[in-house]
């Protein structure tokens, strides 16, 4: 056990702790991590090449850094930002030279998975000493690890960092509270990706299955090594895909609420039991109804304005596969569907500097608004 002295403080039923914690049991006790998906091997080469060129610039050794900060579905951490971590690290150097200001003066915030004994002292019930069980990772950052992590890269570099940071540390939230307080803390104050949000939305922060589901679905899409939008997608907001998660999965979510509102029980659950290979399908039958904009730089098929009029269309696409007596989540029946996209629209609709342009006008919402009603007349 370390032993810290602390503070214990009651907000509406909850009890947390106020205290500090040296460079040297940041070190030992905390676990760095971010919100990721290990499968996605697509954007390896970007971010190899992003090392390089901020190694290059940076005192901050990556290469053992990185060794200390992992990747899960499990966390709720945004992924590191380099140059934030740069500047602290040049921070902290400047704070010790000169001696004048404090490097780290207000508290990160910390959350521990198992129990920490308070003792207080004699004639004080909110003043005492803190107990946290002496194992490495039994700390999490909620807020704050940035700051964390540029104070452990200088004590790596041999920068000697012994100065104490003031911590709120709570042990007694649940994964919801957990990430619900990373989203309250992060969502305006920081600016926290949409994206980010939605992958914390269906799973964790609330349970939401169409949120869930549209998650899932765009997941598959991203990660699957047969979809035409394998690696396209900015899962948390990077990335090298020119389109993001977040406005993909609303389009899902208004979807499937569509849906469950006109269609009841029984449809939404046949939907959601085939959504994510209907998704799979309907791209892959995209990308060969309209080949030379797919495969083409020059084309603005694969933005977010044009696959959110995708799936608006999609409900369409599967009445159309059945009128025609094909199993509509199957990839030849959706490729039937669909064929009437190919005769009438063309390639040349999705040209950039084309007729994809001339009808932005209305801006990239009129736009997904147009091309929805073009796509749905098409299939009459």
Known sequence: MITVPARRVKQFGVEFYQAGLSAKDIDRLVKFEVLGYSGVEANEEAKAKARKSAAARSRVNWDMLEKRISESENAYQRPIIRRKIDELAAYYRECKDAATLPAIPGAVIITSEKRFTFTPIAGHHDLGLLQIPEEHGVLRVLDGQHRLLALHSLSQTGDAMGIEVPAVLFDSLDARQIVELFVTINAKHTRLNPSHIISLAGRKLYPDPNQALAHDIIRSLNEDDTSPLHGEIKMLGTGRGRVSQAPLAEEIVDLLETVEKLGGGARIQELRQHAKRFFLNYIKALSTTFPSAWAGRKYSIKTGAALRAFIRAAPDVMARAKE????????????????????????????????????????????VEVLTRELRDALR
């Open 324 to 367: 025609l007596k094909r199993e509509p989540f199957d990839l030849t029946g959706i490729r039937e569907a669909i064929k009437p996209w190919g005769e009438r629209l063309r390639d040349r609709r999705f040209e950039t500097e084309g007729e994809w342009k001339l009808k932005l006008a209305g801006g990239t919402r009129g736009t």
